[in-house]
């Protein structure tokens, strides 16, 4: 009874060791004012005061919240209309094979992802000159492609978890199905919506295996410039950027996060209150 | 009943066919099929105006698979539906002068029971003064005035339910479905909101259709019913017609308790017939039903109220013997099991009408007594 807690204590203690001791001696030698990356030289922060100096990270950074802004939206669109498609319409032709297409992408190795999407877009061109370059379009529409498997999984599994006579009590009231869809259903999906889109965007913001195979010369984003700079050695500026980068995700995560999760709490309170009739 | 506020345009723009006594509501030879299931086989129906139908059945006889095809959620395998004279083939939910109450209340979690209530009349063409005053006319109706602002989790189940009906009532349909409305309360709340019903039912004049599983809260509240078993339609008719008068052993059996005995027809004359029992060792007369062969297998049922318990052997024509098995005493009255010579029990309900201790019971464990009922109170049954 006493050997078992311990053991379980050390195998945690060395799972989150794993997971956050290079993060954390990452964040540590950011502060370094040493030049070297692994050689500790006294506090310093003059590395972030570097950073803000530097246009081609401040453009990639654009670039890249910029490509994550529109392409995290547009797959919230295209995933929260594929999965009430799969949720709500429960025997269309092809259901079985277009729910196995869209879950699939989860486990397909990101390279392959990346090759086949890069071979698509150099057909596309020869077919129709279009897009004449690959650069910002094409990262974008990517990253649309990687992050709608998720956002689907999302609404999809949201969406199955709530009752479906609501719906139909709202056509019975005289909705026509987009009416529904408007004042009932998107309204209580709507914390699934936003937590999709967050993660699209995250998704967005920190691919680099495909986004190296769909971008072009001129389009770096934050992940592909970091990546190329840490090919040449790693400086402190990096482990500045990277402290950054993790401040803000993790902040934001942890915003929403709770935010969404009280949401759907209290939906889920809600609707479980309004279904048992006696309290 | 209200004046000034127009009805759904959908209520207006529907010809009113049904003049007179012919049927509101006619379903004809309706069957639905799920797969190669078949939930409900060959219906026909037909439902009057302004009266209170109730659906009863047991577990998953199609009650509800009926009930949504009215609604216009399930599309027939084959027949067609009526409602006011109009094919409701092809017609979608949002569109039929129909609304319906769901068991689950179903109401709209992120709306308040004032929202909720107006849901429906944000389709139909009136003012935002008059559809206030619809709201506030359900919300009266339902007395629910003092929890307009509350959302759905913040009202008691009871409240929830009255919602759910307002907000069925509120545009006024001509049809009314409810899938067991009163399931979820308890039997006290039952009971009042059962009164409540037919009380709102006789104010706004809507035709009520109503399923149910329990076949008192069927006698109580409707005007007619229909008694299901598998998806078939067994009898419809009054609920006296249905107690007093069931036409096969099913509908016998399901609506209140009763003994079923095994008889053979000797003869037939006019409004009575003589059948020989053999369990009571006896012949008995009963009123006749169509369809009687002399000679024939037929089935004879006594409801327990209907049987007199005597200790002599009593003057009736119709009187048999045996001995009290078991006895249970519930206050107004007493039930007692009565096992005959060939081990048959016989249900036997009698009034406590005097006083007095257990001294004055008929009879006690053992006894042997004289069991008799009048003609008319038999059920001959040949299905
Ligand atoms: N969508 C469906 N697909 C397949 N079978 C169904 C479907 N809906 C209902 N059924 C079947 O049809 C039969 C009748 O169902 P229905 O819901 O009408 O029963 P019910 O009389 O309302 O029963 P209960 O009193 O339990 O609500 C059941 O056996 C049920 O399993
Ligand atoms: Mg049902």
């Known amino acids: 009874m006493n050997r078992r807690p311990t053991f379980l204590l050390t195998v945690l203690c060395f799972g989150f060791a794993f997971l956050y001791v290079p993060i954390v001696s990452m964040m540590v030698f950011s502060f370094n004012s040493s030049r070297l990356a692994t050689i500790w030289g006294g506090f310093s922060t003059k590395w972030y005061g570097k950073l803000l100096e530097n246009d081609q990270i401040l453009a990639a950074a654009k670039l890249s919240v910029e490509i994550a802004l529109i392409s995290a939206t547009l797959s919230t669109i295209l995933g929260t209309m594929a999965g009430i498609a799969l949720a709500r319409f429960r025997r269309f032709r092809g259901r079985m094979m277009l729910s196995g297409m869209v879950t699939s992408p989860l486990i397909m190795p990101d390279v392959i992802t990346g090759i086949s999407l890069l071979i698509f877009f150099i057909m596309l061109k020869e077919y129709t000159g279009w897009p004449a370059q690959r650069g910002f379009t094409t990262v974008t529409l990517a990253h649309i492609s990687i992050s709608l498997t998720y956002v689907t999984t999302v609404i999809q599994s949201r969406l199955s978890q709530a009752d479906l006579s609501i719906e139909e009590a709202a056509m019975d009231l005289g909705s026509r199905p987009w009416q529904v869809m408007k004042d009932i259903t998107l309204p209580i999906i709507a914390p699934a919506i936003l937590s999709g889109w967050l993660l699209a965007f995250t998704i967005s913001l920190d691919d680099v295996v495909v986004t190296s195979f769909a971008t072009g010369p001129g389009t770096t984003t934050l992940p592909i410039l970091i990546w190329s700079k840490v090919k040449l050695g790693v400086t402190p500026d990096i482990n500045a950027l990277a402290t950054i980068i993790v401040a803000v995700v993790a902040v934001a995560v942890l915003v929403t996060g709770i935010a969404v999760n009280r949401a759907e709490r209290r939906r889920d309170r809600d609707a479980r209150l309004a279904y048992q009739a006696n309290e | ?383």
């Open chain 2, 1 to 383: 009943m209200d004046s000034g506020i127009k009805g759904a345009p959908l209520a207006a723009a529907t010809a009113s066919g049904a003049a007179g006594g012919a049927p509101f509501i006619r379903i004809e030879d309706v069957s639905k099929s799920f797969g190669s299931f078949q939930a409900v086989r060959n219906v026909s129906l037909q439902i009057t105006k302004g009266e209170i139908f109730a659906l009863l059945g047991g577990s998953g006889c199609g009650k509800t698979t009926l009930l949504r095809m009215l609604a216009g959620f399930e599309t027939p395998t084959s027949g067609r539906i009526f409602i006011d004279g109009q094919d409701m083939t092809g017609i979608p939910a949002y569109e039929r002068p129909v609304n319906m109450m769901f068991q689950s209340y179903a109401l709209f979690p992120h709306m308040s029971v004032e929202k909720n209530i107006g849901y429906g009349l944000k389709h139909d063409r009136m003012t935002d003064a008059q559809r206030k005053d619809r709201v506030r006319e359900m919300l009266d109706l339902v007395q629910l005035t003092p929890f307009a602002h509350r959302k759905p989790h913040q009202i008691s189940g009871g409240q929830r339910q009255r919602v759910a009906l307002a907000r069925a009532l509120a545009r006024q349909p001509k049809l009314l479905l409810l899938d067991e409305p009163l399931a979820a309360l308890d039997k006290k709340l039952r009971e009042h909101t059962q009164f409540e019903l037919t009380n709102i039912q006789h104010k706004t004049g809507v035709t009520f259709v109503v399923v149910t599983h329990d076949q008192e809260e069927a006698m109580i509240l409707s005007d007619r019913m229909a008694v299901m078993d598998k998806g078939r339609v067994m009898q419809v008719g009054s609920p006296t017609d249905i107690y007093e008068f069931p036409d096969s052993r099913f509908v016998a059996g399901f609506i209140g308790s009763i003994t079923f005995f095994e008889a053979r027809v000797r003869s037939v004359s006019g409004a009575t017939a003589l059948v020989e029992v053999p369990a009571m060792q006896t012949c008995v007369t009963a009123r006749a039903v169509p369809g009687l062969a002399e000679g024939a297998l037929v089935t004879l049922a006594l409801r327990p109220e209907k049987i007199t318990l005597s200790r002599a052997r009593p003057e009736a024509a119709n009187a048999f013997s045996g001995v009290v098995h078991d006895l249970g005493y519930f206050g107004k009255d007493s039930l007692y099991k009565i096992a005959l010579p060939d081990g048959t029990t016989v249900s036997v309900n009698s009034v406590n009408a005097r006083r007095s201790g257990e001294s004055g019971r008929v009879a006690v464990w053992e006894d042997a007594v004289w069991l008799s009922f009048e003609p008319d109170a038999a059920i001959l049954l040949t299905a």
